[in-house]
């Protein structure tokens, strides 16, 4: 796919016509970096040119709800914010090169808001909409829901760049 740096705004007709139907966890890993236990989502159910809508069930084994809390485990706001920019991401992999070539990465967070609590055991739905693109930023919303309420909701900001290897030496 064609990395395009210019402006580029969706629109309706766009997100009607590059409808696509359900995946799992292998065609998420093809479009995203994450990898288990920091991919946050179980599958994508719906995704057009400019919204994607995904799921995950949470477990009680989840390594972030062991200590979060002991006896009354939640899975926290920061995670709830991860799966909706994993979800932006595989929505962005439409957008973008291929994976490894360019990664997507957190610019900014605006508006977030939590509004109900996710316990291990709940299953959320995870939509994202892209709103807009300047060259490689992309500017996106999104809401977690559970049971049709909303649990999270966000503004947020990704730019696409080209990782470095881990061991890259600064010096060089």
Do not use: W
Request: proline share 7%; net charge negative.
């Amino acid at each position: 796919m064609a990395f395009d740096t210019g402006m580029n705004t969706p629109n309706q007709s766009d997100a009607e016509s590059t409808e696509s139907s359900a995946f799992g966890p292998a065609e998420i890993e093809a479009k995203i970096p994450h990898r288990s236990p920091m991919r946050l989502l179980d599958e994508v159910v719906e995704m057009t040119n400019d919204t994607l809508h995904a799921r995950k069930t949470f477990s009680s084994d989840d390594f972030f709800v062991q200590g979060h809390f002991p006896n009354h485990p939640i899975v926290p706001g920061v995670i709830q914010c991860e799966c909706c920019l994993q979800a932006g991401a595989i929505l962005l992999a439409e957008h973008t090169p291929e994976v490894g070539e360019f990664v997507p990465v957190a610019t900014r967070m605006d508006s977030v808001k939590f509004k109900n609590m996710v316990h291990p055991g709940d299953t959320v739905d995870i939509h994202v909409t892209l709103k807009e693109r300047l060259a490689n930023a992309f500017f996106l919303t999104g809401k977690m829901l559970l049971n049709g309420k909303v649990t999270t909701r966000l503004e947020f900001a990704c730019s696409i760049t080209q990782p470095t290897p881990a061991n890259s030496d600064a010096a060089s």
